[in-house]
């Protein structure tokens, strides 16, 4: 299985998955097709996390694989696609920077990243590649944040940013203690809650969610 | 045979050509066009001598107690000095037929032969003052020629052609000035001997210097902005060896400086000439393509040509900078092969635009159409031309991008990621250009060519002179040439290439260019061949399979309506509005559209349509700088008052400064 | 005789084009035309008279051979069966497509010629296609190349190893849409339509007809097999053999059949399954499709396969 694994560079075509899944955040436009792109960065994430746990052997991997998978995988992109029939609006209003502009931004935030990172690091192999990915992962996210009008898509913004660090993390030092883990994926959930009650709440006060009307909120 | 001979003939028929001209008989002012071709012949010869590797340094010529003219050729200056007389023998030929019914006849031929004698002796220069001072020459006499018929708008034009290149003039005085402080010698080859020892700061501001200065002259963004000015306004053979011959002078000067006297850099000059490169070439084409005056739209694209040539300047010298000698002759190939493409066809385009200037006496594309019935030579070249510069096979053009494309690719052996992500991105970019610059003389061609007069200029229209299709014809058949035996150019392109990296640069069969490093090969002749037999074959098949066939001729498709008018053809501005849509970021256009009403909202009166394209460095670049300039000249102006007690006081303070200081 | 292989192209190009429409008719739920019906057209178009506008020049007569005889010229540039002797010293892919670009500018220019508002509206908007993809193919074909080493198309075809790399399907990716572009295909182009606001292709050939619309077909679906071919040649070159041998060129014909009915039906089901675009919704698609050219230029950079 592991020869198997090796052979066919899973791992390689799961992390370029994931940051594709973040590259193309920039290209859609309906608040639905955001949703799914996310979810399917969180079942890649899962995914990648427990191929390497069979490759490595631990088994603590296996717990964060499922805690993954059922936090960001099932459980968060249910609760956004209820904000999101909550709050009735399907489209996303034309962003600061439009499409086909921000992919190219997030093509040279890529290359950066590679550009940049290519010395120095002090582990080799998959895990370099990962980290590089993650790190690209968490300036796109970072980007969508700054360049998206509406609350929805700057909350998927932070996720993936969450995502990119978690990966970070997980490629440096093959997952932390199974407690730290849980406590963030928990915080992860909160905060999405908590977000998206905001988001209709801000709705209902403002009639849209257009960010750009909190501007109104100075001093 | 001495290389000597042929070079004093030369000299002696320009400087007779160009007294020949001011005589006041009329029947002789024509020979001062042959005798400058005729000089352009034996200039030709020169060149091949000095490109076979016979350098000769003529001995030097004082001029004052401290100054002394020198003039040396060597394997780059040959080359270039092939560049100027086939682009001047074509010229020289089409002026004949061009300025028959011309004012300023005497003028023209009297600068005509100054100009290309001081381009002449600008690749021949061997030391500072001698290189300042046919530099200087060069500028005025094409000021002069540029403002040749006196009207406003070439006032204006000379105005700021004069202005941008004293400007670049200046940088290129300040570069000589560092380098003579810094290694004491005004000769060049005592500069290039003494060059290493410079520190590296000093080396990276004169790349700068020199690059600004030479810049100017080749025009590359944003330093271009007198090209689309000047070459309009000028007559048309003179635009054709300004933008054919004279921008190659500052890529001469950068191949010079760069090259050969600072020698080898780190790897950001090659880098940054990449860059500019491409962005000169896709911000060129991109101007070009919005342009409806047939001169300005070839100007533009000599900005864009210009950026392909450094583009494989840059990829040599950042192939230099990591010690892969090879894999830079092959760059610089591609570079000077390009530079001697560009002023074949840019030449070619040219001359055809001024012959269809001649015969239509607009300049307008929007007033043209259908002129390859009627002219129907100048229509062959000027296609000649336009595939040429698309670079499409066989012609020339496709040879030197196709050898860029290859240095761009090679470019990702290079050690550093830098360079990695940027030389196919530089390949993408040449890429972009190319299928601009084919959609652009699509327009250009079709509209002014193809399709039915769209005004009365374009009716009673009648062919140009023999003359004038002489001069086009020889253009275009070294375009063709130069595509089918890339074997021979390269051949005359190895000492040049040679002298610099120090590696012989490719030698490939007559017919075939290959590159072992890629196995990758091209052979245009094998192409126009392999077209040639399908052609006849398929003409055989199409017989058998379908008999002789009938045909009938009859109206264009007109879904019913009864006539169809010229004014229903597709006009310049809209062949290019997909295009000024999609990059509409960066055209930033400005349109007005005005609707008058009979009856309203029913009947239509009259609609207006204004559109209108600044190009964004002239709106956020010059426009401030020369309002700052302005403002200070305003304040300095208090200086000058008039009164003549407040000059004296100038003079009373000067001198009381002085003896402070002095003592 | 290996250097014929290229009148494989030739002669199966109007079967493939049958294939297409004949998968497309099935998938919408109709019977379609016979996958022959592409020979049957070709063979009576050039039997018809021809009716030609006197606005024209010659350029308009040369149009067809040219375009015709540049298609074969790149034709026989692509190993089809075996890579031992295709005319690789004529040309490599950049070669290759700028050749197919002549074809483009000459038929453009025919577009022109009849001095109507569709031949001006199907070349303006060529071309403009055009430009949004020549980048985009250039950057997907370069990160190939550069894996190998070398433009040549016989030498990537050789390496045949390098199938099986996240960069290498992200370029097989950007170069379907590519190819989608150039052969003027939903959600590129309707190449079924004649009507005017929705011609970019049919519109230069709009006046065309008999002998001259019959070159000007044939090399479409010329090009169209000519550039599945060089996607194979490119990212799947499996069981492409390095020598004449009967056996494998045997077992090479059946496979690239095999290829080339997979292509066809790809296309048939992308044209099926999408609407065609807006024009101005174009640079969007073709964009993104070179930021994935990019980026697998960017992967193969940082993971170096």
Known sequence: MKNWIQAFSVIDFISVGILLTAVAMNAVKRLESCVKIYTLNSWLLSSLIAIVALMVGEPHLYTASAATLLGKGILIPMFLKRVVRQMRVTHDVEPYINNALSLAVSGILVAVVYASLRQGIFVSGFSKNVLQISIAVILIGLFVMITRRKAITQVIGLLFMENGLFLAGFSLTYGMPIIIELGVLFDMLMGVIILGIFAVQIKRAFASSNLDNLTILKG | ?663 | MEYLQFLIILFFSPLIQGMIKTTKARMQGRVGPGVFQPYYDLIRLMKKEMVISHVTSWIFKATPYIVFTSTLAAAMITPVLTTKASFGIMGDVIALIYILATGRFFMALAGLDAGTSFGGEGSSREMAVAILVEPMMMLSIFTAAISVGSTNIARIAEAQGMVYSPSHLLALSAFVVAIIAETGRIPVDNPDTHLELTMIHEGMLLEYSGRYLALMEWAHYMKQMLLFTLGVDIFFPVGIPGDTAFAGLGVSFALYFLKMCCMAVLMAAIESTRAKLRFFQLPSLLGGAFVLAFLSLLTYIMMGR
């Open chain 2, 1 to 663: 045979m001495y290389p000597e001979k042929f070079l004093s003939i030369g000299v002696l028929c320009f400087l007779l050509g160009s007294v020949v001209s001011l005589l006041p008989l009329q029947r002789i002012r024509t020979y001062s066009f042959i005798l400058s071709a005729t000089g352009a012949l034996n200039f030709i010869v020169f060149g091949l001598f000095l490109s076979f590797g016979l350098p000769l340094t003529l001995p030097p010529f004082p001029i004052s107690s401290v100054f002394e003219l020198l003039f040396s050729g060597d394997g780059i200056s040959g080359f270039f000095v092939i560049i100027i007389s086939l682009v001047a023998f074509s010229v020289s030929l089409f002026s004949i037929g061009y300025t028959r019914e011309m004012k300023h006849r005497g003028l023209m031929g009297f600068f005509f032969n100054g100009f290309i004698l001081s381009m002449y002796a600008v690749v021949t220069s061997g030391n500072i003052i001698t290189f300042l001072i046919s530099w200087e020459t060069m500028s005025l006499v094409s000021y002069f020629l540029v403002t040749l018929d006196r009207s406003e708008e070439s006032a204006k034009a000379g105005l700021v052609y004069a202005v941008m290149t004293h400007i670049g003039t200046a940088f290129i005085i300040a570069a000589f000035l560092v380098l003579y402080r810094y290694t004491g010698h005004m000769d060049f080859a005592g500069i290039k001997a003494s060059s290493m020892q410079l520190p590296p700061g000093i080396r990276s501001a004169v790349f700068l210097l020199f690059l600004a200065g030479f810049g100017t002259k080749a025009g590359i963004i944003p330093l271009h902005t007198w090209l689309p000015r000047a070459h309009p306004a000028a007559p048309s053979n003179i635009s054709s060896l300004m933008s054919g011959v004279m921008i190659k002078t500052g890529i001469y000067g950068m191949v010079r400086m760069h090259m050969d006297l600072l020698g080898q850099g780190p790897e950001w000059w090659g880098i940054v000439l990449i860059v500019i490169g491409a962005i000169s070439s896709i911000l060129g084409v991109l101007y070009a393509l919005m342009e409806h005056d047939i001169k300005r739209l070839l100007a533009y694209h000599s900005v864009e040509n210009i950026g392909i040539i450094l583009l494989g300047m840059g990829a040599s010298m950042m192939f230099m900078s990591h010690g892969l000698y090879s894999l830079a002759a092959i760059a610089l190939t591609a570079g000077l092969y390009h530079t001697l493409n560009h002023a074949v066809f840019k030449g070619l385009l040219f001359l055809g635009a001024g012959s269809v200037m001649h015969g239509t006496h607009t300049k307008n594309m929007e007033d043209m159409g259908g002129l390859i019935k009627p002219m129907p030579y100048t229509g062959f070249f000027f296609l000649v031309g336009s595939v040429s510069i698309c670079a499409l096979p066989p012609f020339n053009g496709f040879v030197s991008e196709w050898l860029t494309f290859q240095s761009l690719l090679l470019g990702f052996e290079s050690p550093s990621v830098i360079s990695k992500i940027i030389s196919p991105l530089g390949g993408a970019a040449l890429a972009l250009t190319g299928a601009l610059a084919a959609s652009c003389f699509v327009k250009a061609f079709g509209i002014s060519f193809l399709g039915m007069p769209r005004s009365h200029h374009a009716e009673n229209v009648k062919e140009s002179s023999p003359s004038m299709l002489v001069g086009m014809a020889f253009l275009a058949l070294l375009c063709l040439l130069f595509g089918l035996f890339p074997g021979m150019v390269i051949g005359v392109i190895s000492p040049a290439v040679f002298s610099l990296t120090g590696v012989p640069g490719m030698s490939p069969g007559t017919t075939v260019v290959s590159i072992s490093e890629t196995a990758s090969s091209l052979s245009p002749a094998g192409i126009l061949i392999a077209i040639g037999v399908m052609a006849v074959a398929t003409v055989a098949f199409l017989f058998s399979v379908g008999g002789r066939g009938k045909t009938r001729y009859g109206d264009s498709w007109d879904c019913g309506m009864p006539s169809l008018t010229p004014r229903m053809q597709y006009t310049a501005t809209a062949f290019t509005k997909p295009i000024r849509m999609i990059f509409k970021r960066i055209y930033l256009p400005k349109r007005e559209l005005n609707v008058s009403y009979l009856l309203k909202p029913f009947f239509v009166k009259s609609i207006t349509y204004s559109g209108e394209i600044t190009p964004f460095f002239e709106r956020y670049l010059y426009e401030p700088a020369t309002r700052v300039i302005h403002g200070i000249a305003g304040k300095v102006r208090l200086l000058q008052s008039g009164s003549l007690h407040l000059y004296l006081g100038y003079i009373l303070v000067t001198l009381i400064v002085l003896l402070i200081f002095g003592s």
